[in-house]
């Protein structure tokens, strides 16, 4: 059976999954594309359910697989070139936060930064731990992670006492008057607060952090939030 | 007077100016936002017109400064959260290539990435060309690029010869196989080739480089490419 209506209703109820207010009430969210649908499936996710656009490959899995016309996949999908597989999953838990670098994202709100980050951490070993704005979960995050949310390990953070009691020290990224990465002392786990793309950290966050770090750059241009909190994981993980 | 009309010439005008084919025969751009337009202020750039919304305060420039309702403002602001003043601007020509630290942006599709790495170059002091791929004067990049485009000098590069002949050492980023930056001779200045999303560099560019870097990650993820490139511009600025 071809779904072919955009007014079918578990379209409509997949389509209603780009809105977090939906996300936060089913518990669930929408992988789009093959590369994070096979991340997915490797790191043991067994979807919901899998929706097919005619004439692609069904994916080899044990779940169900429904195919839809290419009119439906541009109904659900939530970017602007839809790729198919659509696959609906469930949104994992938070893990508990461990003793090993972590880069918290403080209120970030674009989500391509928030996915950005997310991808990187995964290619440098780092955990993530998020704290407000954009939902890491969300399918434009999702889409940035290319993957990467199924490798690393994804927590929440209160605060900095959070942090600080899961054996991390909270490391603040500020756009100036911080020290350079090379002086941080990596000896104990950080935790890297990167803050919001206009605002940045907020002042009370920076002052219970052990150190702010800041990317040394030429004044007074700045960095993208994904960028500086990229390189800073890149340099505090070399030691330089 | 105030343009509340979308239908009015003049604003359908500066609506097609999101094509990048009225960009190159018109030889027009437009800027969003205050702090891009201020950079461009602050760099001699004269702007044709700024449209200014409703309520907001004229900017102190000897060009015309038409005012526009906030319906207008949202059918010509290309962002899904349009702010104004919206100016029309000449886009530069292309200037030479000088033989000085040089990200070569190869053929990259995305728009933020483009703008992320022009920032990136900005704050790290580089210069930028351009081969291929996404308009840099596009709205979405010039967005994505926080002012930068006014900071960075921006050339083209026909290939890999060119660069050469500038004086510069073409260096290919590729996400396995390629040295550490640390290893990476910064002794003449580099042309850093950045390629595409997806498919990297072509291999006869990467050829014709004198050596190929590589971001040393675990294997089996990967980098952004606006990370890749701009943590690989922050290692060999530093020689780390």
């Not at 996710?45 to 290419?70: K, M």
């Not at 990187?120 to 993957?147: C, E, I, M, Q, Y």
Request: with cysteine.
């Amino acid at each position: 059976m071809t779904i072919s209506s955009p007014h079918n209703d578990r379209i409509k109820a997949v389509r209603r999954l780009r809105r977090a207010r939906e996300r936060r009430e089913t518990g669930h969210t929408i992988l789009e594309g093959p590369h994070p649908l096979r991340a997915a499936l490797a790191a043991g996710v067994i979807p919901e359910v899998v929706f097919v656009p005619e004439g692609d490959p069904a994916p080899d899995i044990d779940t169900e697989v429904v195919t839809i016309t290419q009119q439906v996949l541009d109904t659900i999908a939530p970017t602007e070139a839809p790729r198919g597989p659509i696959a609906v999953i469930a949104v994992p838990e938070p893990e508990p936060l461990e003793a090993e670098p972590t880069v918290v994202l403080w209120e970030l709100t674009t989500p391509g930064n928030v996915g950005t980050l997310i991808r990187t951490a995964a290619a440098f070993g780092w955990n993530v731990a998020h704290h407000g704005g954009a939902d890491p979960w969300s399918p434009k995050v999702l889409r940035a992670g290319a993957g990467a949310h199924f490798v690393v390990r994804i927590s929440e953070a209160d605060d900095t006492g959070a942090l600080r009691a899961a054996g991390l020290t909270p490391v603040a990224t500020v756009s100036s008057g911080g020290v350079p990465p090379v002086t941080i002392d990596t000896s104990n786990p950080v935790a890297l607060l990167v803050g919001n793309e206009a605002h940045g950290l907020p002042q009370d966050v920076i002052d219970a952090c052990e150190a702010a770090l800041t990317i040394p750059i030429l004044g007074p241009e700045s960095l993208n939030a994904a960028v500086a909190g990229s390189i800073a994981m890149y340099a505090l993980s070399r030691g330089s």
